[in-house]
Antibody, heavy 118, light 110 residues
Framework: EVQLLESGGGLVQPGGSLRLSCAAS????????MSWVRQAPGKGLEWVSA????????YYADSVKGRFTISRDNSKNTLFLQVNSLRAEDTALYYC???????????WGQGTLVTVSS | QTVVTQEPSFSVSPGGTVTLTCGLS?????????PSWYQQTPGQAPRTLIY???TRSSGVPDRFSGSILGNKAALTITGAQADDESDYYC??????????FGGGTKLTVL
């Protein structure tokens, strides 16, 4: 069974940073591209970032480009999202997702909450 | 900037059929966008329903189907049930690693 377990969220002041992690199990992590999707309270889903199987290619939504960095450690089956220069509008539940055929979001974690507030 | 459009809300009677759509602010949706659909109930993570336009994810009942209707992607629910009351999101793949979610449709079954 595929499992994705996010961690690292919390309360942070504007301008602060966090490192989100996603521990993957139940599949061969190194064979799949991965992604982060977020959902602000009461709002819809927003694609944030994606990374290729090797980590050599990374992709970002315009809203986070230059502030967020996605990475992965295939030896530890873990996906990361370094979030810097946080703004109030970054407050959201951040989901880790396994990418499947057609770049679809094949499996989802339960999310980790990031709250940006002074 | 690419905007993916969905009906904000829709209503269906139990046992009825409803078609939700997913369009583009500029242009037509085709299979080249690999449209996918997700169901989300309050407090839960999204659940994958359909990918690559019309392929059902494992365990998804066959009353959920995907297609291209005209210039939009479509999700049809046949024989709607009470527990289909959820938010539904479509995603279009823009290429170069970029995906865009629609704003979601809140489906009410009553």
């Amino acid at each position: 069974e595929v499992q994705l377990l996010e961690s690292g969220g919390g309360l942070v002041q504007p301008g602060g940073s966090l490192r989100l992690s996603c521990a993957a199990s139940g599949f061969t992590f190194r064979n799949y591209a991965m992604s982060w999707v977020r959902q602000a309270p009461g709002k819809g889903l927003e694609w944030v970032s994606a990374i290729s199987v090797s980590g050599g290619s990374t992709y970002y939504a315009d809203s986070v480009k230059g502030r967020f960095t996605i990475s992965r450690d295939n030896s530890k089956n873990t996906l990361f999202l370094q979030v810097n220069s946080l703004r109030a509008e970054d407050t959201a539940l951040y989901y880790c997702a396994k990418l499947g055929d057609g770049n679809s979001f094949e499996a989802w974690g339960q999310g980790t909450l990031v709250t940006v507030s002074s | 900037q690419t905007v993916v459009t969905q009906e904000p809300s829709f209503s269906v009677s139990p046992g009825g059929t409803v078609t939700l759509t997913c369009g583009l602010s500029s242009g037509s949706v085709s299979t080249s966008y690999y449209p996918s659909w997700y169901q989300q109930t309050p407090g839960q993570a999204p659940r994958t329903l359909i990918y690559i336009t019309n392929t059902r994810s494992s365990g998804v009942p066959d009353r959920f189907s995907g297609s291209i209707l005209g210039n939009k992607a479509a999700l049809t629910i046949t024989g709607a049930q009470a527990d289909d009351e959820s938010d539904y999101y479509c995603v279009l793949y823009m290429g170069s690693g970029i995906s865009v979610f629609g704003g979601g449709t809140k489906l009410t079954v009553l």
